[in-house]
């Protein structure tokens, strides 16, 4: 049996920065609603999210902006996008 140690490192693959454009981009879409359950979970770029014609999402999946809170939900070949109502700012005492 072998034990944890540095020779171990030159088996492993190295991690490389990809040089393809947009591939270190933020995923800040999350999949909250999935009918098909195939995405759920998963985060996504706002450029997988731009509606095009070779796009295709399950029928009413929902995205939901990580810092926003804006969801967009898939319907009928296009995207319908919803904002977070305004929460009232707490008031100090």
């Known amino acids: 049996m072998y034990t944890a140690t540095s020779s171990f490192s030159n088996i492993l693959p190295k991690p490389r920065s990809s040089r393809k454009t947009g591939r270190r981009a933020m995923r800040c879409w999350l999949v909250v609603e999935d009918p098909s359950g195939d995405f759920l979970g998963r985060r996504f770029r706002a450029y997988d999210l731009t509606g095009a014609i070779d796009n295709y999402w399950p ?25 977070p109502a305004q929460r009232e700012s707490p008031r100090a005492i």
């Open 59 to 83: 029928e009413e999946i929902t995205f939901e902006h990580q810092d926003t809170g804006e969801r967009r939900t898939w319907i009928d070949g296009q995207f319908f996008s919803t904002t």
